[in-house]
């Protein structure tokens, strides 16, 4: 069989291809050509004679053949046309399904399928003329948000109009692609030594991207996040390096760039990947040990500062990492809220610290820290509620600290699980107060029993002549009729201080650090402060700075 011509190989019933069809009408036009030359030379001039009568009448047959002939070529002719135009149409068609396939619909960028072998041609040919190559990775910030927020329309507005600004900046011999929903990537020539022309040119486009978009009379904003990467390093050595091997670079310094507060950009360095590989070591770890149960409660007293007793416990999270030591509530807290595990690894931890507890003083209190994460499940309350049912643990024994971020989130939720655990009884402190822009109407419409103030400012009472910050947080307090605890304590000074100041509770340093299950159990055996202990003189209660101190 005959290869199709222009890419098809469609048989009609008889099984002849439209191709195999095509090459007979030519080679019969280029048969009847042919005989027309070699009947016409001796039959034209006799039908020509004839007709003008001087001569006589041609040969019949070989007159119906002459005409036959021309019959043929005038077929031939136009079977030709046909084909040419059906060839050119054809190729036009394939052209227009090409560029669909390779473009992004919305925004008329390259799509991933074309962006990555267009990158790809560039970092090769700037690699053999010795010029370099910068890929950008550049993400939006926070679209998610736009979209949740302003619905799909508006976030398909912001990325035709993204994409429109990032292609105005783009020298011609650059190239743009969309590759993710909100992630672009660009590559863009330059001469080894105008690195600081990339430098102006990401730094304008984050500019140039962070203008408003006028949508409907209101303005929408948007901000980038961009990581660079180029095929030559600062010295100027080479970089064993694909157009892939660039993106993944472009894509951890942009995953930096998030990292380090967003609408920034950052060039790719070698430590950013060790650092990603030990993040990814981190989640790694902080899932497995979710699982076997790694995490532990660690107790920081908290103290009636005018008496001086020991009033209760705030439980402070531990990993137990066989891998990485004693880690800090700090790194794995914010790493367990992004990957979605800290329900169950709070859950886990308060359940323990209820068992810790049960051995304490009925009067002691217990605080748990709660995160904002946490307070988006509608049945957080009834959990709670649950897991003191099943340790036998009284509601007015436990306390909440939430911190202000939780106000900023979706207030209605919170308030409802808020009211819903004051009812039974359990108590809520506003965390770190002063830290986070907590607007003043919303404390007071949070029913809080408590304000903390963050250890920040308590710090400052160290130099005598800085109290009025605090001073001014704790009147506050007093007018919302809200106690306060100052945390922080770490100086006999800054106790001598907030005794100044009123009735508080504090907790600090001074009092000693954190301490496990069982070393906060010996020492709350050693003041008499056991359930079931008979002790009850008011000076074994008393926790003295000086002998607990280190
Ligand atoms: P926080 O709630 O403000 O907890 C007090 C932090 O201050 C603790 O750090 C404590 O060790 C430290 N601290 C106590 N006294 C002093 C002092 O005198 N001076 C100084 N400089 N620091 C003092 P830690 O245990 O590292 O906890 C850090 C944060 O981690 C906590 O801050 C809390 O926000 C969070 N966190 C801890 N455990 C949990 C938990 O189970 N769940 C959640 N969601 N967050 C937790
Ligand atoms: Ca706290
Ligand atoms: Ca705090």
Not at 463 to 490: F, K
Not at 504 to 514: A, F, S
Request: with cysteine.
């Amino acid at each position: 069989m005959a290869t199709p011509i222009i890419g098809t190989d469609q048989t009609d019933a008889r099984g002849l291809g439209r191709a195999e069809r095509d090459i007979v009408a030519l080679g019969i036009a280029v048969a009847a050509l042919i005989l027309f030359i070699g009947t016409s030379g001796s039959v034209m001039p006799q039908i020509v004679a004839s007709w003008t009568g001087r001569g006589e009448a041609p040969d019949m047959l070989l007159t119906n053949a002459v005409v036959l002939n021309i019959a043929l070529l005038i077929f031939g002719w136009r079977r030709y046309n046909e084909l040419h135009h059906e060839v050119t149409e054809r190729r036009r068609a394939e052209a227009l399904a090409r560029e669909l396939a390779d473009t992004d619909p919305l925004t008329g960028c390259l799509n991933r399928r074309s962006g990555g072998p267009a990158i790809e041609r560039l970092v090769s040919k700037c690699a053999t003329r010795q010029d370099d190559v910068a890929v950008l990775m550049v993400d939006i910030d926070n679209f998610k948000q736009i979209n949740d927020l302003n619905g799909h329309k508006v976030g398909d507005l912001v990325l035709t109009e993204l994409a429109r600004r990032i292609r105005s900046q783009l020298p011609e011999a650059g190239v743009l692609a969309r590759i993710g929903g909100d992630e672009f990537v660009c590559a863009l020539p330059f001469m080894p030594q105008e690195r600081s022309r990339v430098d102006h040119f990401v730094a304008e486009l984050i500019e140039l991207v962070s203008q408003p978009i006028e949508h409907d009379g209101c303005h929408l904003e948007a901000t980038v996040s961009v990581g660079v990467a180029s095929l030559r390093r600062t010295d100027g050595a080479i970089v064993e390096g694909d157009g892939e091997k660039l993106l993944h670079r472009a894509d951890i310094a942009m995953y930096h760039a998030k990292k380090r507060g967003r609408n920034r950009f950052y060039w790719f360095e070698t430590q950013m990947e060790n650092e990603l590989r030990f993040r990814a070591e981190l989640e790694n770890g902080i899932r497995r040990g979710v699982a076997a149960g790694e995490f532990v409660p660690y107790y920081e007293q908290q103290i009636d500062l005018q008496t001086g007793s020991l009033v209760g416990f705030e439980m402070l999270a531990r990993w137990n990492s066989p891998q990485f030591g004693l880690v800090s509530p700090e790194v794995f807290i914010p790493i367990a809220e992004e990957i979605d595990v800290i329900s169950e690894l709070s859950d886990q931890l308060i359940r323990q610290a209820l068992t810790d507890a049960q051995t304490w003083d009925p009067r002691l209190t217990l605080s748990v820290n709660i995160s904002p994460i946490q307070l988006r499940d509608p049945w957080f309350a009834q959990r709670i509620m649950k897991m003191l049912a099943d340790h036998g643990f009284p509601p007015e024994r436990l306390e909440i600290e939430i911190t202000e971020s939780c106000l900023h989130e979706n207030i209605g939720v919170v308030r409802t699980i808020v009211t819903s655990l004051k009812n039974q009884g359990i108590r809520i402190s506003l965390d770190d107060f002063g830290t986070g822009y907590s607007s003043l109407s919303q404390l007071r419409t949070l029913p809080f029993d408590r304000l903390k103030i963050d250890r920040s400012f308590v710090a400052e009472l160290a130099d005598e002549s800085n109290n009025e910050l605090v001073q001014a947080i704790i009147s506050l307090g007093h007018g919302l009729s809200l106690p306060v605890t100052a945390e922080g304590v770490e100086s006999a000074n800054i106790l001598e201080a907030l005794r100044g100041m009123g009735h508080l509770k504090g907790q600090g340093y001074l009092y000693g650090r954190p301490e496990d299950a069982a070393a906060t159990q010996q020492r709350l055996a050693d003041l008499g402060l056991l359930a079931g202990s008979t002790a009850d003189d008011d000076r074994s209660h008393r926790a003295d700075p000086r002998r607990l101190a280190g």
